[in-house]
């Protein structure tokens, strides 16, 4: 490959995306103290920064790929400098150019399906609404109270459908006038703008929102909080503004207008996972806490790292679709750090979290001794 072509790219692309910002790096190294692949390999955000600063990144190596966009080092840099968009920047140019890292490719994958298909998962879009058939939902009217909004890993993966369905069940047990998109409803594209695919997430965000005005729709409950944090955060940029729930806040909302009545009692040890698009990126650390504290019998145990501390699980940034060597997940140190507190359930809010957490509790053989739940799965059994 050419060598002096992409520098000058890089610092184009750098500029581009919030200028001067990273020339405010002092070199302190905070950001490698909190990253948490410092905890699994040596990896360091402060080098990718000082590289990029020269115009001198590696664009070909694993290096730009690896932040989760966990939030962790934004939050303590103390000169204000933009980590994520600086990593996004740099999967720009190495998107533009085509090059890829064999770790990488399955995100390619995800990515021809997303522009396909409107999933990451390669299934076919005429089938999104499928996994509801068995539920009997509506698909949503203008007027409805709100819209079910599954996103992918709920309509298309079968851990993940049970979650949609439990969804299901406590809203109609709730009396909400809700109603789905099926197959209208397209990803909310998040994790792959992280991936530096800026084409494909605009496509995906103006079909939505498209959507979204023909049919109606004010007010959106999602249970991803990738969904969340474009639909509240991004899709402002299209000028436009949707009313945003996560399952979390409404699974309080609606306890507290005593449509959603707690009538059984849970005698289990759970820890609840913050995950890094609900907790960090979106501040939402009470309303699950707070719905688990409800439950007669529940006794809600922290892991040593949680709130705006949390350990990411490993899966935002597009990683999620991308290889990551057994050695180095984060979900297993989240699982052990589970059972370490005496947790029989390690629950969360987020389908990438759960998605991992499966796949460690296989790989450590845990599953005899820790349960994996998302919050929703929890409250359908005690209402
Ligand atoms: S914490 Fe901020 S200033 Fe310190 S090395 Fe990292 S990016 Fe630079
Ligand atoms: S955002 Fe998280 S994963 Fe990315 S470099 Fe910062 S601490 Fe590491």
């Known amino acids: 490959m050419e060598t002096v072509t992409p520098f000058i790219e890089v610092i184009d692309e750098i500029k581009q995306a919030g200028g001067e910002v990273f020339k405010l790096c002092y070199q302190c190294g905070k950001c490698d103290t909190?990253?948490?692949?410092?905890?699994?390999?040596?990896?360091s955000m402060r080098r990718v920064i000082r590289e990029a600063?020269?115009?001198?990144?590696?664009?070909?190596?694993?290096?730009?790929?690896?932040?989760?966009?966990?939030?962790?080092?934004?939050?303590?840099?103390?000169?204000?400098?933009?980590?994520?968009?600086?990593?996004?920047?740099?999967?720009?140019?190495a998107t533009n150019y085509d090059v890829f890292p064999a770790s990488v490719r399955p995100a390619r994958t995800a990515r021809a399906s997303l522009i396909s298909e409107g999933n990451p998962l390669q299934f076919e879009r005429k089938k999104r609404g499928d996994w509801a058939i068995d539920h009997a939902v509506k698909p949503f009217a203008e007027g409805m109270e709100i819209l079910y909004f599954a996103g992918c890993y709920l309509s298309f993966?079968?851990?993940?459908?049970?979650?949609?369905?439990?969804?299901?069940?406590?809203?109609?047990?709730?009396?909400?006038?809700?109603?789905?998109?099926?197959?209208?409803?397209?990803?909310?594209?998040?994790?792959?703008?992280?991936?530096?695919?800026?084409?494909?997430?605009?496509?995906?965000?103006?079909e939505n929102i498209?959507?979204?005005?023909?049919?109606?729709?004010k007010r959106i409950l999602v249970s991803s909080p990738h969904c969340y944090h474009t639909f509240k955060n991004e899709y402002p940029e299209f000028m436009v503004?949707?009313?945003?729930?996560?399952?979390?806040?409404?699974?309080r909302e609606l306890m507290d207008q005593g449509r959603l009545v707690v009538s059984k009692s849970c005698t289990k040890k759970i820890t609840y996972h913050d995950p890094c698009y609900l907790g960090r990126h979106n501040g939402i650390y009470d309303d699950p806490r707070d719905v688990l504290k409800r439950i007669p019998g529940l006794e809600l145990i922290e892991m040593p790292d949680f709130g705006e501390d949390s350990l990411c699980c490993g899966g935002g940034g597009g990683r999620i679709w991308m290889d990551t060597p057994k050695s180095e997940r984060f979900s297993d140190l989240r699982l052990m750090q589970a059972r370490e507190v005496g947790a029989e359930?390690?629950?969360?809010?987020?389908?990438?979290?759960?998605?991992?957490?499966?796949?460690?509790?296989?790989?450590?053989?845990?599953?005899?001794?820790l349960e994996v739940k998302d919050i929703t799965e929890i409250v359908q059994e005690v209402i």
């Open 53 to 93: 600063a020269f115009g001198l990144t590696e664009i070909e190596g694993e290096d730009i790929w690896r932040c989760t966009t966990c939030g962790r080092c934004p939050q303590r840099c103390p000169r204000g400098v933009k980590q994520i968009d600086l990593g996004m920047a740099l999967r720009r140019v």
């Open 210 to 217: 498209k959507t979204f005005i023909s049919r109606g729709v």
């Open 157 to 206: 993966d079968p851990r993940m459908k049970k979650v949609a369905a439990a969804t299901v069940s406590i809203l109609k047990k709730a009396g909400v006038d809700f109603g789905i998109l099926g197959a209208d409803e397209n990803c909310c594209g998040e994790s792959i703008r992280k991936t530096g695919s800026e084409d494909v997430f605009k496509n995906l965000a103006r």
């Open 345 to 369: 359930v390690l629950t969360t809010a987020c389908p990438y979290c759960i998605t991992n957490f499966e796949e460690s509790r296989l790989n450590l053989e845990y599953g005899d001794v």
């Open 34 to 43: 909190v990253c948490p692949w410092n905890r699994v390999r040596a990896f």
């Open 241 to 251: 503004n949707f009313q945003i729930v996560h399952i979390s806040q409404y699974l």
